[in-house]
Nanobody, 123 residues
Framework: QVQLVESGGGLVQAGGSLRLSCAAS????????MGWFRQAPGKEREFVAG????????DYASSVKGRFTITRDYAKNTVYLQMNSLKPEDTAAYYC????????????????WGQGTQVTVSS
C-alpha cells in the first residue's frame, strides 16, 4: 500500500525559506509522477509543482515558478519542495501526491495523497 508522509512545514517570516519532504513507501515509484498541492482556508486545493520520477522533468504553478523547486532522491524515495522568497499568500496546508501516470507532471488526478503539512508565512 502506497504511503506518502510529509514533513518540514512550520512558521516562517515573509522572505524566508522552508524545505518540505515527502517520503514515499509501499510501491515502486520509477514510473510515477510526484508532486505537491496546497490548500488555504476557504480555497480549493491547487497544484504547486510536479516531477517525473524517471526523467526528472518538472512543472510548476505560475504563482511559485522561480521561487519553488521540486526535486527527488532515488536512494531515499523522497521528494522535496524547496520554497524560497516565501510570501504570506503561500500560507496553506501542503500535500504530497503521487500519480501512476509518470508523464503527468501537472498532476491532474493523483492516485495517492499524503496527510499534509502546514506552512504559515507571517508578514
Amino acid at each position: 500500500q502506497v504511503q506518502l508522509v510529509e514533513s518540514g512545514g512550520g512558521l516562517v517570516q515573509a522572505g524566508g525559506s522552508l524545505r518540505l519532504s515527502c517520503a514515499a513507501s509501499g510501491g515502486t515509484f520509477s514510473g510515477y509522477a510526484m508532486g505537491w498541492f496546497r490548500q488555504a482556508p476557504g480555497k480549493e486545493r491547487e497544484f504547486v509543482a510536479g516531477i517525473s520520477w524517471s526523467t526528472g522533468s518538472t512543472d510548476y504553478a505560475s504563482s511559485v515558478k522561480g521561487r519553488f523547486t521540486i526535486t527527488r532522491d532515488y536512494a531515499k524515495n523522497t521528494v522535496y519542495l524547496q520554497m524560497n522568497s516565501l510570501k504570506p499568500e503561500d500560507t496553506a496546508a501542503y500535500y504530497c501526491a503521487a500519480d501512476r501516470r509518470g508523464g503527468m507532471t501537472t498532476m491532474p488526478d493523483p492516485d495517492y495523497w499524503g496527510q499534509g503539512t502546514q506552512v504559515t508565512v507571517s508578514s
